[in-house]
């Protein structure tokens, strides 16, 4: 069993629906990344947080620690937030020296 | 401020080559790490370097390995290529202290590696 397992693996939505990505981990951990990867590659990060909810434009990220449980919600998506987006934990202790990455989730947007 | 560089963006390799992959991280950045990614395997960690020390190494054979430099760019190595090294390679660089190793991380656009 992975470390850290995300759902749904793939994600077909219309333009304008609100989307919720979600990512489970099984350690403690100091920190959570959510990232983003279009096609061709490039991968930026979207969050990183430890406790709590944070919120940028449309996109906002929750994470529950009792539970192990981190979800990355977008609000009226758009068929730019086509990507695989990705979650990863580093354990508690450690940092970015120690990263464990999910499978990553496709979302495709429709107009 | 310039984002994370990395060279070459393609490279095409035989089995039993090495490849040398450059990093150039964002001015300041002294961490700095390295990822495989490839489609059955999805994201790896390969390795961690923070001030020219290498803080972790991934579950990967001693064909991988790597360095930073005082200017705090880092190089990857990899010796006697195998087919199955045939990936996109990434590098992040981080604003994380010493003292706490978590950081944001700001990725580069990859090098695209092919073992033939």
């Known amino acids: 069993k992975n470390e850290v397992e995300q759902s749904p693996q793939n994600l077909t939505a219309q333009e304008g629906e609100f989307i919720t990505i979600n990512c489970s981990y099984s350690v403690g951990i100091s920190a959570l990344h959510w990232l983003q990867q279009h096609p061709g590659g490039g991968i930026v990060s979207l969050f990183m947080l430890s406790s709590g909810k944070k919120k940028h434009g449309r996109l906002i990220a929750t994470i529950n620690i009792q539970e192990k449980h981190s979800s990355l919600h977008i609000t009226a998506s758009h068929p730019r937030d086509s990507a695989v987006y990705i979650c990863?934990?580093?354990?508690?202790?450690?940092?970015?020296?120690?990263?464990?990455f999910g499978t990553g989730t496709r979302l495709t947007i429709i107009p | 401020k310039a984002g994370v560089t990395q060279t070459p963006r393609y490279l095409i390799k035989t089995r039993g080559q090495q490849v040398t992959l450059s990093c150039s991280p964002i001015s300041g950045h002294r961490s700095v790490s390295w990822y495989q990614q490839t489609p059955g395997q999805g994201l790896q960690f390969l390795f961690e370097y923070f001030s020219e020390t290498q803080r972790n190494k991934g579950n990967f054979p001693g064909r991988f390995s790597g360095r930073q430099f005082s200017n705090s760019r880092s190089e990857m190595n990899v010796s006697t290529l195998e087919l199955g090294d045939s990936a996109l390679y990434l590098c992040?660089?981080?604003?994380?202290?010493?003292?706490?190793?978590?950081?944001?991380?700001?990725f580069g656009e990859g090098s695209r590696l092919t073992v033939l």
């Open positions: 992040a660089s981080s604003p994380a202290k010493e003292s706490r190793g978590t950081g944001e991380l700001f």
């Open positions: 990863a934990v580093s354990p508690y202790n450690f940092g970015n020296e120690k990263l464990t």
